[in-house]
């Protein structure tokens, strides 16, 4: 099973700061990773596909980047709808496998 | 606007069964896969179960297999979530999920439901 591994656990920034989350895969996924936002209360909402393609309605302040082992989704300007946990979701060996990393915390500085 | 709305979780006794429903709305039913995931209290989100749009294809994730059994019904706009002999360890709330490519199993998840909790005490 490939493993994903989320960092940091927690990431702290002020709104309009730029926030850049982690992700690494325990193997290559080549560019078979997703991105997923989660609010309180929420279900997920799909962000990023084929590791850099946005989903649509998603706004472009999220980008996604890497391929292999090592992934990167971006925030360019966190507005206060962003503060959320990001998971990271690979599908390298699909069907049936895919799993999902423990996921990051955004939060408020 | 597209939905998924997921009903028939609650509490059961280990060894039990339960049947959860995922209807859906807004968006061509029969030619979408449908999935459920599970997040149990605290964790990280699971992937579960898989159909095809037409049915032709299912799959389950091992920690499931033989237990859960997933199945759609296209003239109602609603798949299933048959759970069978269930654990304490199954405990969760359960997601479906619709796929985001038509047609495709693809894992890639678009339009979630709220998700329903299912509690199997120990």
């Known amino acids: 099973e490939i493993l994903m591994t989320q960092s940091p656990a927690t990431l702290s920034v002020s709104p309009g700061e730029r926030a850049t989350l982690s992700c690494r895969a325990s193997?290559?996924?080549?560019?078979?990773l997703a991105w997923y936002q989660q609010k309180p209360g929420q279900a997920p909402r799909l962000l990023i596909f084929?590791?850099?393609t946005r989903a649509t309605d998603i706004p472009a302040r999220f980008s996604g980047s890497g391929s292999g082992t090592e992934f990167t989704l971006t925030i360019s300007s966190v507005q206060s709808e962003d503060f959320a946990v990001y998971y990271c979701?690979?599908?390298?060996?699909?069907?049936?496998?895919?799993?999902f990393g423990q996921g990051t915390k955004l939060e408020i500085k | 606007q597209m939905q998924v709305v997921e009903s028939g979780g609650g509490v059961v006794q280990p060894g039990k069964s339960l049947r959860l429903s995922c209807t859906g709305s807004?968006?061509?039913?029969?030619?979408?896969?449908m999935h459920w995931l599970r997040q149990a209290p605290g964790k990280g989100l699971e992937w579960v179960a898989v159909?095809?749009?037409?049915?032709?294809?299912?799959y389950h994730a091992d920690s499931v297999k033989g237990r859960f059994t997933i199945s759609r019904d296209n003239s109602i706009n609603t798949a299933f979530l048959q759970m069978d002999s269930l654990r304490p360890e199954d405990t969760a709330v359960y997601y479906c999920?619709?796929?985001?490519?038509?047609?495709?199993?693809?894992?890639?998840?678009?339009?979630w439901g709220q998700g329903t909790m299912v509690t199997v005490p120990s």
């Open positions: 807004g968006f061509t039913f029969s030619r979408y896969a």
């Open positions: 084929a590791a850099s």
């Open positions: 999920a619709k796929a985001y490519i038509v047609v495709s199993v693809a894992p890639t998840l678009h339009v």
């Open positions: 979701q690979q599908y390298k060996n699909w069907p049936p496998e895919s799993t």
């Open positions: 159909i095809s749009y037409d049915g032709s294809e299912i």
């Open positions: 193997q290559t996924v080549t560019s078979n």
